[in-house]
């Protein structure tokens, strides 16, 4: 049999976990200092006016449940940076684990050993056994 206090404890647990949500939207322009109009106050007059109180999302839509805060953005130096640190990054990786060179012969490499190093221009002079000509070849890695 129950007695009328634990009745009431439940009840009192049911009403706790149907709490209703507060239904917000918020509206997060990122922040700049360079920004003098007061933005806040021109959307909260942009709401009144696109959705007066007749209006039939005015409900949804209205100063209660739309809130207004500013998020910060990293600064142009931070941007920057944070990428070039990326790239750095990523060649670093990639001369470290990639090999530099593919000759049979790696004594003989025209290039120390580098000849498949990214962005590299070489000149090659070739002497043709037979006819005694002398070429010059100039290329680019890639
Ligand atoms: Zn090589």
Redesign the pocket.
């Given at each position: 049999m129950r007695t009328k206090e634990t009745a009431n404890n439940e009840r009192k647990a049911t009403k706790t976990t149907n709490r209703r949500k507060r239904r917000i939207t918020w509206f997060n322009p990122p922040y700049s200092k360079s920004v003098s109009s007061n933005i806040g106050k021109k959307f909260f007059d942009l709401l009144n006016s696109c959705f007066p109180p007749n209006h039939k999302l005015h409900k949804i839509i209205n100063k209660n449940t739309i809130k207004l805060s500013y998020s910060c953005t990293p600064n142009i130096k931070q941007i920057i940076s944070s990428h070039n640190k990326r790239i750095i990054k990523e060649s670093s990786n990639k001369d470290s684990t990639t090999k530099l060179?593919?000759?049979r012969d790696?004594q003989s490499?025209?290039?120390q050993?580098?000849?498949?190093k990214k962005s590299t221009v070489y000149q090659a002079t070739v002497l043709e056994t037979n006819t005694k000509k002398i070429d010059t070849f100039i290329g680019i890695t890639f």
């Open positions: 060179c593919n000759c790696k490499c025209p290039l050993e580098k000849c498949l």
